[in-house]
């Protein structure tokens, strides 16, 4: 019954402080509607001292935080995305949802340490693209294959790497350009789709600088079929 739904989460809330069965209380209240249940737990918690101001009250601060910690988490932690575009196939798909994690490349910022080679970054466009008139408001996302330092070639439609061929089994077709050898800029990364040749980046507009990273591509959490690690 409602009483002892009632009890159940008064319980803890009578026993000891703080009261931590009352944001469930608070919580069924809200979503219970003027049904007899809701009046009389609004009457118990009244015989309690709780008056109904103070109950609104309390279920505000509630949700209040409940929206700081999710802000929190969304602005500095991880962030939704989606894929509009076929750039990274095969590895991501037209509109597929990711997340991105954004703490350890601030924490390599700060330590001075570089991204790891084959991590798919997603950054703000570059000053390059936004010169050319891309949308300023926009973020990219591709994968790390150079590092400060590096040298980057492609030849013969094969990407090299400090004079090494890197391993990309799973292209969908060979580079159709040849470029370099060149050097990546210390505090820079060059940063190419999967999609080799249907791809804006690096091999179009340069090295990307690191303080226009946003984060590192985590997991795929849509479509289900296809949920998991990146």
Do not use: C
């Amino acid at each position: 019954s409602g009483w002892s739904l009632l009890w159940q989460r008064l319980f803890p809330f009578l026993t000891r402080r703080p009261y931590p069965g009352l944001f469930d209380l608070l919580i069924h209240l809200v979503v219970l509607r003027n049904t007899q249940e809701r009046r009389g737990e609004l009457a118990l918690l009244q015989a309690l001292g709780f008056r109904r101001a103070r109950l609104r009250r309390l279920a505000l601060a509630e949700y209040g935080r409940l929206l700081a910690v999710a802000l929190l988490l969304r602005w500095a932690v991880l962030e939704p995305r989606w894929i509009p575009s076929g750039s990274m196939l095969p590895t991501l798909q037209l509109q597929d949802r990711i997340l991105v994690e954004k703490i350890t490349p601030r924490l390599n910022r700060q330590r001075h340490k570089p991204i790891g080679l084959g991590q798919i970054v997603v950054f703000a466009v570059p000053p390059q693209l936004v010169e050319a008139g891309y949308d300023a408001n926009a973020a990219l996302i591709k994968r790390v294959v150079g590092r400060p330092g590096d040298t980057i070639e492609v030849r013969d439609g094969q990407l090299l790497r400090n004079d090494i061929p890197v391993p990309e089994d799973w292209k969908p077709a060979e580079m159709d350009y040849d470029q370099g050898p060149l050097t990546v800029p210390q505090g820079q990364y060059w940063v190419l789709g999967d999609n080799r040749n249907a791809s804006l980046d690096s091999h179009v507009w340069g090295s990307l600088p690191d303080e226009r990273v946003i984060g590192t591509a985590v997991w795929r959490y849509w479509p289900l079929n296809r949920f998991g690690p990146i």
